[in-house]
């Protein structure tokens, strides 16, 4: 037997992206079924981005999740970069007049399946063989198992959230969908430690033996990275070879007030920028990583999945209350204009900050120059900062 549900949108994923539009179609009375693979539990669990620009957290807010985040997170001003020990302060505020906040993943999630349990949201966990079919009909279909039982959900339109490994981007026609890729020649290996962060603000560093991030949760817990083989197995890196390569890099004036500590959670990450194009297809919509990727430097990824969904919420509620198809029909155009600027800085600052295997003495010599130039000028330290607090929204 087949059980047959039926909503105005059906949302596959619940990570920030499907959390958030379903949080804000509720608001304006609009309903929703959200289906995900994995469960809340691990969900919560997934240790990934923390820092939000502005309009990520005004979007918090109007979703009505920001209380926590204004109680806990942490305003940062400016940030800083360094080259080989020296370190150049971007003054976010000075230059830009915003800021942006830390403030994890784990707990905008956590403040988002929160809201949304509280309101009686209809949520599939542990589900299995999701396929959006029917995308040109007016009644696009998913179909889905669960605990061995097939089910079938009938909507107006598909919410495609289910990240870079789903299925909704594979859903749409090869003859439609255009891919774009770059995959870099390593990877970040990241710890959480339970000891205060060696600066109030975060420094991305290139040095020598390879780049160096110094990023925290709160107060009390660090998120340090390292550039590492990608290839590499975490159990080569035990804390005390961690710290030794994080200090080195980062240079001895910085690493004098380093507090080291025994590691709560050590992964590796590859680092990858994607696009995909259109980002709708008949009535389903990608949105947030299941349209793009960019590498973690410059902490963009969880800031343009909100855009999307800030853009996806607006389009479909404009659907329902206004009968108006204008936000929906360039959505895709209007999206994928912002992802490619946010795509070319996080391409770029990847390029500035990172040892690649590749690089000539030549290469060396432009990231040094183009760091020079930054320390020395307003407009160069401007361009940085503006990008880092996040583009406007269309
Ligand atoms: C290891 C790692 C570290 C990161 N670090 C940073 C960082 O430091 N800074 C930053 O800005 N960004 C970072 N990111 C990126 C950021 O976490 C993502 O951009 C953000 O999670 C995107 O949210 P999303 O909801 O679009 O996708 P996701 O968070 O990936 O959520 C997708 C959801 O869809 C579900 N799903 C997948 N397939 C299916 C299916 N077939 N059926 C149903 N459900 C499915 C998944 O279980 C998941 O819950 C990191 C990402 C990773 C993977």
Redesign the pocket.
């Known amino acids: 037997m087949t059980h047959k549900h039926k909503t105005q949108v059906c949302i ?7 959390l958030l539009l379903a949080q804000f179609l509720a608001q304006a009375g609009i309903d929703t079924i959200v ?4 469960d809340r539990a691990y ?1 919560e669990g ?1 240790i ?4 939000l620009e502005q309009g990520t957290v005004a979007a918090l807010e109007d979703a009505g999740v920001a209380d926590r985040l204004y109680a806990e997170g942490l305003r940062h001003d400016g940030f800083d970069l360094a080259f080989d020990g020296t370190r150049h302060r971007i003054d976010l505020v000075g230059l830009t007049g915003k800021s942006v906040m830390v403030y994890g ?1 784990t707990e905008v999630t956590r403040d988002l399946f929160s809201a949304r349990e509280k309101q009686g949201q209809t949520f599939f966990f542990n ?1 299995e063989n ?1 396929v959006p079919t029917d995308l040109k009909s007016d009644k696009p279909i998913v179909r889905f198992r669960q605990n061995g039982e097939d089910h079938t959900i009938s909507c107006d339109y598909i919410a495609g ?7 909704s981007r594979a859903a749409i026609p090869s003859d439609v969908l255009k891919t774009f890729e770059r995959i870099y020649p390593f990877g970040w290996l990241g710890i959480l430690v339970e000891k205060p962060p060696v600066s109030d603000e975060l420094i991305y560093a290139n040095h020598a033996r390879g780049f160096a991030l110094a990023s925290m949760r709160s107060k009390t817990r660090s998120r340090y990275y390292i550039q590492c083989d990608v290839a590499d197995d975490v159990a080569l890196w035990s804390d005390d070879r961690f710290w030794e390569e994080f200090a080195a890099r980062l240079g001895p004036d910085t690493a004098a007030s380093l507090q080291t500590g025994t590691s709560f959670e050590k ?1 590796i ?1 590859p680092l990858r920028s994607f696009v995909a194009e259109p980002m709708r297809y008949g009535n389903l919509f990608l ?4 349209a793009h990727i960019v590498p ?1 430097t410059g ?7 909100v855009a999307d969904i800030r853009m996806l919420s607006r389009a479909l509620i404009t659907h329902y209350n206004a009968s108006n198809d204008i936000y929906l029909d360039t959505y895709s155009e209007t999206m994928l204009k912002r992802v490619w600027k946010v795509e070319r800085f996080s391409w770029q600052l990847s390029t500035l900050m990172h040892q690649f295997p590749e690089n000539s003495p030549f290469e060396k010599r432009m990231q040094r120059a183009e760091f020079d130039y930054i320390t020395s000028s307003e407009a160069a330290s401007k361009v940085i900062a503006e990008n880092y607090v996040g583009l406007p929204l269309e």
């Not at 990934?48 to 820092?51: E, L, T, Y």
Request: proline share 5%; glycine share 20%.
């Open positions: 596959i994923g619940s990570g920030p992206s499907g289906l995900d693979r994995r969900i997934r990934r981005a923390g820092v993943q589900v999701v959230c289910d990240g870079f490994r789903g299925v992964s990450a949105a947030g990583d299941a973690p902490a963009k990824g969880l800031n343009l999945a």
